[in-house]
């Protein structure tokens, strides 16, 4: 089967159905979605390729080197919309709010599984206006869905937690990725929402969605990705790094072999994610190896430092960069942005040092007005880089 069969069965079975609510308001119906997907007339989803029953192009970020145009196979797309219905309980009864870019795979990946269970989407222009985030919300469904990268999250829980709160009752499930989220966020989040499932997801434009962990579920585990889906198989090669197998892997990169071949080997992708697999078969992200930073002959994942950090109280945002000092040389500093208020940072380095290590304490700290990420929240790293 292809996107545009499973269209089409819903469009037999419930023509009259709202598939998609766009971002002004227009409704679009399972009928007049599968005929515009089959004449490839206009839809406010990106149709990124030459049809819908042909391959997909969709554009990686680039935060570690030059922007990448994946091809996505339909037995992919596929693949990768049964391990989310399948880990997240899609349903017909499903209502997507859509809060994030549709050309990149967080926002876009999310359209599939919606549409082909039966389930309606709402497409946002992203989370500029945190209240039609909320009047998306208002919706009337008690099986509201949505995906927000921990950089949203984190804003929520700061300015609208208690506004978030409020639709405990109707959200039956959140899902991140992306980027890592924070322990504290999580445990917030959980607090917040007791009664909806919070999953934690592993997934790369290379990749597709590999693995997804309910963080819910009690023990709220760092880190954690949980196992591997449904069409997927996720290991640990002898270097530490997380390699993926399966039906969700990307087909290579547009037009170049060359490129494709250092990381899609034997049918396999090696990712440069460190990691490891628990006693539950659960995936444990530590982070990327182009982030690490070296301090005297120490490896330091700053994804840690700023995960403490982010536990501070006041701390909105952070990004923790390499340094040079004139006496000590390599060093770690930390951009804080507070949103106005200032606090010591004598105050922030000792809260630090009480659970890292001395040479993951950063040795400067510096205010920031805005940290600079990616336009689907990650934090950009690269543009730190002297």
């Not at 804003?155 to 639709?167: C, E, I, K």
């Not at 501070?312 to 930390?334: E, N, R, S, Y």
């Not at 010591?344 to 040092?353: C, L, Q, T």
Request: hydrophobic fraction near 35%.
């Amino acid at each position: 089967m292809t996107i545009l069969d499973y269209i089409h069965r819903n469009a037999l079975a419930v023509p009259h159905k709202p598939a998609i609510i766009a971002q002004d308001g227009t409704v679009i119906t399972y009928a007049d979605v599968y005929q515009r997907m089959r004449d490839c007339d206009s839809l406010p989803i990106p149709l990124l390729g030459e049809s819908w029953e042909s391959d997909f192009h969709l554009r990686t970020t680039g935060t570690t080197g030059k922007s990448k145009t994946v091809v996505i196979s339909q037995q992919a797309v596929i693949a990768n919309s049964q391990n989310l219905i399948h880990a997240h309980g899609y349903s017909s009864n499903t209502v997507f709010v859509v809060a994030g870019a549709l050309d990149h795979l967080g926002g876009w990946s999310k359209i599939f599984p919606t549409l082909m269970t039966g389930g309606t989407l709402i497409l946002l222009d992203g989370m500029k206006d945190v209240n039609a985030f909320f009047r998306a919300m208002d919706y009337d469904s008690t099986h509201l869905a949505t995906f927000l990268v921990p950089a949203s999250i984190r804003m929520l829980l700061q300015f609208s937690a208690d506004r978030l709160a409020s639709y405990s009752h109707k959200i039956e499930f959140l899902e991140t990725g992306a980027a890592p989220i924070s322990h504290t966020d999580m445990l917030r989040l959980c607090q917040l929402l007791p009664r909806t499932r919070l999953y934690n997801t592993y997934a790369s434009t290379e990749t597709g969605i590999v693995c997804s962990y309910n963080f819910n579920d009690g023990r709220t585990k760092p880190g954690c990705c949980g196992p591997a889906l449904l069409n997927s198989q996720v290991f640990i090669t002898e270097s530490g790094t997380i390699a993926c197998k399966g039906s969700t892997l990307m087909s290579g990169y547009l037009d170049e072999p060359e490129l494709t071949a250092t990381v899609l080997k034997d049918g396999c992708i090696h990712t440069a994610d460190s990691g490891y697999i628990d006693e539950d078969g659960m995936l444990h992200v530590l982070g990327r190896n182009d982030d690490v930073i070296n301090i005297g002959g120490y490896k330091v994942d700053p994804v840690e430092v700023e995960n403490r950090a982010l536990a501070f109280p006041g701390i909105q945002d952070c990004i923790c960069i390499a340094d040079q000092h004139p006496v000590l040389g390599d060093t770690l500093k930390l951009l804080v942005r507070t949103g106005g208020d200032k606090i010591d940072k004598k105050e922030i380095a000792r809260f630090m040092a009480q659970t890292l290590e001395p040479y993951k304490v950063p040795t400067r700290y510096e205010y920031v007005e805005i940290i600079n990420r990616t336009s689907n929240g990650k934090l950009d790293r690269k543009s730190y880089r002297k």
